[in-house]
């Protein structure tokens, strides 16, 4: 244990070579380079592979091919390669190859602001590929927290075979903090689990009591087919509705029977709280000042439910924490998108949205603001309030 | 002709997949039996071959090949390989394209694995068109032929493959026709063996789409056309100007040059021997 000072992009290089990363595709984009950079530096000295492609979907796709391959791997990226890896992330969903995506986000549509921060891809992140699909996103919140979910974020793609997706904001990118990473012996890794029978017995995409099928790397005497079409349990293309039906209700029952696990989120505050405040990423830190300003300042008593897993959406966390306040908060650098969500697990009367989409982080004088008002009703955000 | 047909039998998953998806008559399968061909004349085995394809009619190839198999996204399929192939440098990985696939969509992976050197062999079955979506122009469709997309004539120059792999820096390049199959066996076990970025172009037809479009009604027709129209490199050299339409048969480059993968291993020697990371960021003052 040392203890050092880092950004929260090498911290999650640091979780992603602790987790047992071995291979990195990716193409330059502010502001995710430093993980690129850390990687291409760091792979070859542990025998991992580094690689930089002509673009992100290139990226998306050899992180998917090495990982067939046997290789823990990964890319990271903002916005717009995000819009670009969207086709292989649903391949590797279809496909069910292990891989984890960092999408350092920053301000959109578009090029946007390259360099400024925002939190507007996470409905992207849930729904940015075609098809239904189930779908594990992620958010740190502070640079330690890089590093661990980083690392939950291997482990969870390793155990259930998906892609995972890790949704860290600029700010939480670029940050500095004091960190005492833990050894690498302290930390839980998962590896994904092989097959343990003969080859002729092997079904890739088969249907066993765990809903997660061993998966066998290329090259190992398992010979196999891997396919983006819909596929039968020896991974070939099928449009049998008896072999269709029961692949898709595995997908999402593989994610949906593991929630406990896969759903992180941490309280404060909220014993007795009458209103509550949902936030994630660097926003969390805004609202936390922003308790202690409006518990201090005006007596109110306010809670935050910090989401450290975006999708599946923690819905049970939020029901349970908001069924005694009178109002929900949801703050995030965006418009209103987890708000959604929020809205539709405890109703659209208690939820008051307080956001911005100019690049700018939402301040804790905004959430006091939303706090203090008279009525649970959006304080106009598409412009930040000035203070 | 006959022992080499049994030879091949043993390579296909031949007890659910068949019958393909192909129309009767096609070219892909007659590049599907040569490839199998010179992997068994290579005495490959089969778990360290790895077959990658795209999306389209070529594409559907690897699903009857008893390999480890990867049928990837439209255009992706070289990207997905420059992948596996830096996980398991050991595999023999082939990539089977079509060339809607291989140079409009995955136009750009396909200049950058050739610009990167990596041992993967690029088999490009070019029939001018897009078959499975229903004969629209591809990069490859001549100029003024007729298309789903041309229906008054196609105005676009088609990209001359070879051409192409040779300039973006492919250490073998190499053309054959899928009326020349003997031929085409040969090259195609060139370019496997070749250590680097090995493309074969095999000129094949759609006389489904494409004849149906150009008046050329039946595969005979077709296949005819390739064996009147093709030349061989050796006797392209001693024309001072080749006919039009021309197709040059055989291997058009082969260059020994440094190979990617082969280069990462020595890296990964080189990065063994720095100091700590953490003792360079402190003396670059930053931690």
């Keep these: 244990m040392t203890i050092q000072l880092l950004q929260g992009n090498h911290a999650c290089a640091r979780g992603a070579l602790t987790a047992g990363c071995r291979f990195y595709a990716g193409y330059p984009i502010t502001p995710s380079s430093e993980i690129a950079e850390i990687m291409a530096r760091e792979l070859p000295r542990v025998g991992g592979k580094f690689i930089q492609m002509e673009d992100e979907i290139a990226s998306m796709a050899a992180v998917i091919g090495a990982s067939v391959g046997g290789l823990k791997a990964m890319t990271a990226t903002s916005g717009p390669g995000f819009s670009l890896m969207q086709e292989n992330i649903g391949y590797a969903i279809v496909a069910e190859i292990p891989c984890v995506v960092v999408n350092v986000m920053r301000v959109g549509p578009s090029t946007g602001i390259a360099t400024h921060p925002s939190q507007a891809d996470v409905m992207q992140a849930r729904w940015g590929t075609h098809g239904d699909h189930p779908i594990i996103a992620l958010a740190p919140g502070s640079v330690l927290e890089a590093f661990e979910l980083t690392v939950k974020a291997f482990n969870f793609a390793e155990k259930y075979r998906t892609p995972v997706l890790v949704m860290m904001d600029e700010v939480v990118g670029h940050m500095r903090e004091k960190v005492d990473l833990p050894d690498a012996g302290s930390v839980e890794i998962v590896n994904r689990e092989m097959p343990s029978v003969p080859p002729e017995w092997y079904e890739p995409f088969g249907n066993p009591p765990s809903d997660v099928p061993p998966l066998a790397p290329f090259g190992e005497g398992y010979r196999y087919h891997i396919t983006g079409m819909l596929h039968d349990p020896r991974g070939f293309p099928t449009e049998r509705l008896d072999e269709i039906q029961p692949w898709i209700e595995r997908i999402f029952r593989k994610i949906d029977r593991h929630l406990d696990e896969i759903c992180m989120w941490e309280e404060d505050s909220v014993e007795d709280a009458r209103v509550l405040i949902i936030a994630y990423g660097a926003t969390a830190r805004s609202a936390r000042q922003a308790i202690k300003i409006a518990r201090a300042r005006y007596g109110r008593k306010v809670g935050l439910l910090r989401l450290k897993t975006l999708w599946p959406f923690p819905e049970e966390a939020v029901e349970r924490a908001a069924e005694d306040v009178q109002r929900v908060i949801v703050a995030e650098m965006n418009l209103g998108q987890m708000a959604l969500e929020v809205e539709r697990v405890v109703g659209r009367k208690k939820v008051v949205r307080v956001g911005r989409a100019d690049g700018q982080m939402v301040t804790p004088e905004q959430i006091v603001d939303a706090i203090r008002a008279p009525q649970p009703q959006a304080v106009s955000l598409r412009v930040a309030v000035p203070w | ?287």
């Design chain 2, 1 to 287: 002709m006959k022992q080499d047909d049994q030879g091949i039998y043993e390579y296909l998953r031949h007890h659910k997949k068949f019958p393909h998806v192909w129309c009767a008559g096609c070219g892909i399968g007659i590049v599907m039996g040569s490839l199998l061909r010179s992997i068994r004349n290579l005495e490959l085995g089969r778990d360290d071959v790895a077959i990658i394809s795209g999306i389209g009619c070529a594409g559907r190839m690897p699903v009857y090949m008893d390999f480890n198999t990867l049928h990837t996204t439209h255009g992706r399929a070289l990207a997905f390989a420059t992948g596996l192939k830096l996980a398991r440098p050991d595999m023999e990985v082939i990539v089977v394209m079509g060339d809607g696939d291989a140079l409009a969509i995955g136009g750009n992976h396909f200049i950058h694995a050739a610009r990167r050197n990596i041992d993967l062999t690029a088999v490009i079955v070019n029939n001018s068109i897009y078959g499975m979506t229903g004969g629209q122009s591809s990069p490859t469709t001549p100029l003024g032929a007729f298309s789903a997309t041309a229906p008054y004539r196609h105005i676009e120059q088609p990209f001359p493959i070879c051409q192409l792999a040779i300039a973006a820096g492919a250490s073998f390049v190499a053309r054959g026709t899928v009326y020349h199959v003997t031929e085409l066996d040969r090259l195609l076990e060139q370019a496997i063996q070749k250590r680097g970025f090995a493309v074969v172009e095999a000129v094949s037809y759609c006389y489904t789409t494409f004849g149906r479009a150009n008046k050329m009604r039946s595969p005979v027709e077709m296949m005819r056309l390739l064996k009147e129209n093709s030349i061989t490199v050796q006797a392209a050299q001693k024309m001072e100007k080749l006919p039009d339409g021309a197709i040059v048969r055989g291997v058009l480059h082969n260059e020994d040059k440094p190979e990617y993968t082969e280069l990462y291993d020595q890296i990964i020697e080189q990065a063994h021997g720095q100091p700590s990371p953490r003792k360079r960021q402190v003396r670059r003052g930053w931690a």
